[in-house]
């Protein structure tokens, strides 16, 4: 193996984010209200980095990442509530009936590329969100299925506290976020890994090399929808979750998780599996800090309501994609490799004077 | 000698113009055989049906007396046949030691041998690459890409190699050196077709000439015999080869 993928910088990255998360709690530095949110910022970290493995790294623009979440997320939470199944069991059932979309969803891509494939995997995740509503009698339609996931998630039950609830759900997702994050790179750094970037520079050059780019695309769908779905089952069973439901805020079926994912991958970093990691966080704290940015500071409360916070945050995004087109930590990486050239240069300078 | 590769009348049409018609040909094993022919014979055509990117209309193609018609080209890659392109088929971003990885790498899912790198390394040193390994393909000159190329498709150990136009846009020194390459790749024992428009360089390295003149083979022999033939000068040769 090469140098570049024998480097143990992702890790070592990944390793320090998880980390730092993993102190928040303990050195009492999370206001409350944060957890929430840092909450679904794990599991949004993990959309991310299921989505870049297959959209990063196979270049298989996949445009309905939230089929995968969704249809585990209904598998699990369906089969749990009209079953009676417990979560250890409904959560991997989930994971496997994102898998098979996956594969049945990586199918066409072996034939479409680009525009083509970006549409059928947006039709599919619209077809699944007409199929909720359709049978509404089982999955309760738009207003979503409003049972009590507290009872199915093991070691909570209804008498603990909520403040305590957060803290044992925060390091849940986090746990889960540092399994399949791990995973992921795991696969991202492999033979595997290898050959999905080779389908993205040069699928012809792929087939010339003796290999199969049809089964490993589909492959790639398959690993990417099992990390997708194994998060968006486990999510269903969290005890803050209201409602599940297709689309809305909350929704695991809706257009708007599938492209935040895809904005978030973008930004931090695509082909890189840490990079959206890093976008995911960046992206769901900075729109928690703007959102409470009112409360807080008295010069920015006329910004409170009229949806000015969400458009302040769109423009953060645009600025970010325009001066790091290739993502955060790509740029990041490319300042201080830069620097370590200059620094380079200057002493080798200094040692010929 | 035995025979490795055997093409039996194929054809291959595109839309109104015959590129291929009824070809039939053998190449033996342990040889550097040469297929030339003017612009449009449909040399590329004969490769791109061999390495199964195109199907042929009619014939068949049997490769060690297995018959490899309308096969994928990973398939027939994995048989034994790999095809260096006049253009580089590489990974941009991928460094010159990926790029030869992927070659080596086994087509199962799940391999336990991870990356074979006697091949690679093999085939670095061959082609005059071992020094550039951790260069992006990008920072090669025209030559170190042509090597490259060379060099992926000797990664996938093959028992027979098409070069498509290896020698174009070479100075005399680089084909000097190119040659020499690949006859070291025949004296391993590998099997060698080139398609090439610089006649002299052909007729140097070969051991056989086949030539294509509208879909057609016109001559087969020895590069002597080919250079003599009156049909072969008047399709493409001229008469400064006499």
Same mark, same amino acid.
């Given at each position: 193996?090469?140098?570049?993928?024998?480097?143990?910088?992702?890790?070592?990255?990944?390793?320090?984010?998880?980390?730092?998360?993993?102190?928040?709690?303990?050195?009492?530095?999370?206001?409350?209200?944060?957890?929430?949110?840092?909450?679904?910022?794990?599991?949004?970290?993990?959309?991310?980095?299921?989505?870049?493995?297959?959209?990063?790294?196979?270049?298989?623009?996949?445009?309905?990442?939230?089929?995968?979440?969704?249809?585990?997320?209904?598998?699990?939470?369906?089969?749990?509530?009209?079953?009676?199944?417990?979560?250890?069991?409904?959560?991997?059932?989930?994971?496997?009936?994102?898998?098979?979309?996956?594969?049945?969803?990586?199918?066409?891509?072996?034939?479409?590329?680009?525009?083509?494939?970006?549409?059928?995997?947006?039709?599919?995740?619209?077809?699944?969100?007409?199929?909720?509503?359709?049978?509404?009698?089982?999955?309760?339609?738009?207003?979503?299925?409003?049972?009590?996931?507290?009872?199915?998630?093991?070691?909570?039950?209804?008498?603990?506290?909520?403040?305590?609830?957060?803290?044992?759900?925060?390091?849940?997702?986090?746990?889960?976020?540092?399994?399949?994050?791990?995973?992921?790179?795991?696969?991202?750094?492999?033979?595997?890994?290898?050959?999905?970037?080779?389908?993205?520079?040069?699928?012809?050059?792929?087939?010339?090399?003796?290999?199969?780019?049809?089964?490993?695309?589909?492959?790639?769908?398959?690993?990417?929808?099992?990390?997708?779905?194994?998060?968006?089952?486990?999510?269903?069973?969290?005890?803050?979750?209201?409602?599940?439901?297709?689309?809305?805020?909350?929704?695991?079926?809706?257009?708007?998780?599938?492209?935040?994912?895809?904005?978030?991958?973008?930004?931090?970093?695509?082909?890189?599996?840490?990079?959206?990691?890093?976008?995911?966080?960046?992206?769901?704290?900075?729109?928690?800090?703007?959102?409470?940015?009112?409360?807080?500071?008295?010069?920015?409360?006329?910004?409170?309501?009229?949806?000015?916070?969400?458009?302040?945050?769109?423009?953060?995004?645009?600025?970010?994609?325009?001066?790091?087109?290739?993502?955060?930590?790509?740029?990041?990486?490319?300042?201080?490799?830069?620097?370590?050239?200059?620094?380079?240069?200057?002493?080798?300078?200094?040692?010929?004077? | 000698?035995?025979?490795?590769?055997?093409?039996?009348?194929?054809?291959?049409?595109?839309?109104?113009?015959?590129?291929?018609?009824?070809?039939?040909?053998?190449?033996?094993?342990?040889?550097?055989?040469?297929?030339?022919?003017?612009?449009?014979?449909?040399?590329?055509?004969?490769?791109?049906?061999?390495?199964?990117?195109?199907?042929?209309?009619?014939?068949?193609?049997?490769?060690?007396?297995?018959?490899?018609?309308?096969?994928?080209?990973?398939?027939?890659?994995?048989?034994?046949?790999?095809?260096?392109?006049?253009?580089?088929?590489?990974?941009?971003?991928?460094?010159?030691?990926?790029?030869?990885?992927?070659?080596?790498?086994?087509? %199962? =899912?799940?391999? +336990?041998?991870?990356?074979? $790198?006697?091949?690679? @390394?093999? #085939?670095?040193?061959?082609? *005059?690459?071992?020094?550039?390994?951790?260069?992006?393909?990008?920072?090669?000159?025209?030559?170190?890409?042509?090597?490259?190329?060379?060099?992926?498709?000797?990664?996938?150990?093959?028992?027979?190699?098409?070069?498509?136009?290896?020698?174009?846009?070479?100075?005399?020194?680089?084909?000097?050196?190119?040659?020499?390459?690949?006859?070291?790749?025949?004296?391993?024992?590998?099997?060698?077709?080139?398609?090439?428009?610089?006649?002299?360089?052909?007729? %140097? =390295?070969?051991? +056989?000439?086949?030539?294509? $003149?509208?879909?057609? @083979?016109? #001559?087969?022999?020895?590069? *002597?015999?080919?250079?003599?033939?009156?049909?072969?000068?008047?399709?493409?040769?001229?008469?400064?080869?006499?």
């Amino acid at each position: 193996m090469t140098q570049r993928r024998r480097s143990p910088a992702s890790y070592i990255i990944f390793g320090s984010i998880v980390g730092v998360l993993a102190l928040l709690p303990l050195l009492k530095l999370l206001p409350t209200s944060w957890y929430a949110p840092l909450i679904f910022a794990n599991f949004f970290a993990i959309f991310a980095m299921s989505w870049d493995l297959l959209g990063g790294y196979a270049g298989q623009m996949n445009l309905g990442h939230a089929l995968f979440i969704g249809v585990a997320a209904y598998t699990s939470g369906l089969v749990s509530v009209h079953l009676g199944w417990p979560p250890w069991f409904t959560i991997p059932l989930g994971a496997c009936a994102a898998v098979i979309v996956g594969a049945l969803i990586g199918i066409p891509a072996i034939r479409l590329r680009g525009p083509y494939l970006a549409l059928v995997t947006l039709l599919a995740l619209i077809a699944a969100y007409k199929l909720v509503l359709i049978y509404s009698d089982v999955t309760e339609g738009i207003s979503g299925m409003s049972f009590s996931p507290r009872s199915f998630f093991p070691p909570l039950g209804y008498d603990v506290p909520l403040a305590q609830v957060k803290v044992i759900t925060y390091y849940y997702s986090l746990g889960l976020m540092t399994l399949i994050g791990l995973a992921l790179l795991w696969v991202a750094r492999s033979r595997w890994g290898a050959i999905f970037e080779a389908i993205r520079e040069n699928e012809a050059a792929v087939e010339a090399a003796g290999l199969n780019p049809a089964k490993f695309k589909v492959v790639a769908f398959m690993v990417s929808a099992s990390a997708a779905g194994l998060a968006g089952a486990a999510y269903v069973h969290l005890p803050i979750l209201p409602v599940l439901q297709p689309g809305g805020l909350d929704g695991v079926l809706s257009l708007d998780l599938s492209l935040s994912i895809i904005v978030a991958s973008v930004v931090g970093g695509l082909g890189t599996i840490i990079g959206p990691l890093i976008g995911a966080y960046v992206m769901k704290l900075s729109e928690q800090y703007l959102s409470e940015l009112p409360l807080h500071v008295d010069a920015f409360r006329f910004l409170e309501g009229q949806g000015w916070i969400t458009l302040l945050f769109l423009v953060l995004l645009i600025v970010l994609v325009l001066f790091a087109p290739k993502g955060l930590l790509p740029a990041f990486l490319d300042r201080l490799l830069r620097r370590q050239a200059v620094d380079v240069e200057i002493r080798e300078e200094g040692r010929k004077r | 000698m035995s025979v490795i590769l055997e093409t039996r009348q194929i054809s291959k049409a595109f839309g109104g113009l015959q590129a291929v018609h009824n070809l039939s040909f053998r190449v033996q094993q342990g040889e550097i055989t040469g297929l030339i022919g003017p612009n449009g014979a449909g040399k590329t055509t004969v490769f791109n049906l061999v390495m199964g990117t195109l199907k042929p209309d009619q014939g068949r193609i049997h490769f060690k007396d297995r018959d490899i018609t309308g096969r994928k080209t990973y398939q027939i890659v994995d048989l034994g046949i790999a095809r260096a392109f006049q253009i580089a088929q590489c990974c941009p971003g991928k460094t010159i030691f990926e790029n030869l990885e992927l070659c080596a790498c086994s087509n %199962r =899912l799940f391999s +336990r041998s991870k990356y074979p $790198s006697a091949p690679i @390394l093999q #085939a670095a040193e061959q082609a *005059g690459l071992t020094s550039e390994l951790e260069k992006l393909p990008g920072m090669l000159p025209q030559a170190g890409l042509r090597r490259l190329e060379i060099a992926r498709a000797v990664a996938t150990s093959p028992d027979l190699l098409l070069l498509d136009e290896p020698f174009a846009g070479l100075t005399s020194g680089e084909i000097g050196a190119l040659s020499r390459m690949i006859q070291e790749l025949r004296d391993q024992g590998m099997t060698i077709v080139l398609v090439d428009h610089n006649v002299r360089s052909v007729m %140097r =390295l070969v051991d +056989r000439v086949l030539v294509m $003149s509208f879909g057609q @083979l016109i #001559a087969d022999g020895s590069p *002597g015999k080919i250079v003599a033939d009156p049909m072969v000068q008047q399709a493409y040769l001229g008469t400064d080869h006499v």
